[in-house]
T-cell receptor, first 117, second 115 residues
Framework: DSGVTQTPKHLITATGQRVTLRCSPR?????VYWYQQSLDQGLQFLIQ???????AKGNILERFSAQQFPDLHSELNLSSLELGDSALYFC????????????????FGEGSRLTVL | AQKITQTQPGMFVQEKEAVTLDCTYD???????LFWYKQPSSGEMIFLIY??????QNATEGRYSLNFQKARKSANLVISASQLGDSAMYFC????????????FGKGNQVVVIP
């Protein structure tokens, strides 16, 4: 158990709909990362938040948005869904790098599998 | 441009044999970190091993070792004494710079361990 919680685990919806994926990071971690894993694209970085603020953006579509709340949980909102959005969406958290005290590894949740029909 | 390259096709490995998974990376940052993750069929991402760019020794974690060749920009994962539970996708990833833990992932290597 990584300590990162994602809900829902599975989601089936129709094209054009909107869904929200939720993530609770490990206790004490301030950073949250969202990744999309589709069959042909591997793991693509979407967006990172640190202590409530957007820190970095990757290949995130304009139809997608995210936020991190004061309690540090994060939500990824996917709207106007298309068939190609079907994927496994991962949330990860990490502790800040402090010298050589940690590796900065990402701890991943179990993912939310989205199927768009 | 691809930061992490994993080009091996799917591999079949005999149980108890060793297997090497190739990973090459591209960065101009002198400070970076290299990671390997395992993704079994159940889908979760499991951290295996880490190598920092300034580390003098190759990293080892139990049956996992990382063959780090800095000049060649390669970070190959070696799994010794393969077990059936090692059947999974294996991803190489890189963090560039210091202060941001964002990782760029390769496309992965599929490993199937056969008895």
């Amino acid at each position: 158990d990584s300590g990162v919680t994602q809900t829902p685990k599975h989601l089936i919806t129709a094209t054009g709909q909107r869904v929200t994926l939720r993530c609770s990071p490990r206790s004490g971690d301030l950073s949250v990362y969202w990744y999309q894993q589709s069959l042909d694209q591997g793991l693509q970085f979407l967006i990172q938040y640190y202590n409530g603020e957007e820190r970095a953006k990757g290949n995130i579509l304009e139809r997608f948005s995210a936020q991190q709340f004061p309690d540090l949980h994060s939500e990824l909102n996917l709207s106007s869904l298309e068939l190609g959005d079907s994927a496994l969406y991962f949330c990860a958290s990490s502790a800040p790098l402090v010298g050589h005290l940690n590796t900065g590894e990402l701890f991943f949740g179990e993912g939310s599998r989205l199927t768009v029909l | 441009a691809q930061k992490i390259t994993q080009t091996q096709p799917g591999m079949f490995v005999q149980e108890k044999e060793a297997v090497t998974l190739d990973c090459t990376y591209d960065t101009s940052d002198p400070s970076y970190g290299l990671f390997w993750y395992k993704q079994p069929s159940s889908g979760e991402m499991i951290f295996l091993i880490y190598q920092g760019s300034y580390d003098q020794q190759n990293a080892t974690e139990g049956r996992y070792s990382l063959n780090f060749q800095k000049a060649r920009k390669s970070a190959n994962l070696v799994i010794s004494a393969s077990q059936l539970g090692d059947s999974a996708m294996y991803f190489c990833a890189m963090r560039e710079g210091y202060g941001n833990n964002r990782l760029a992932f390769g496309k992965g290597n599929q490993v199937v361990v056969i008895p």
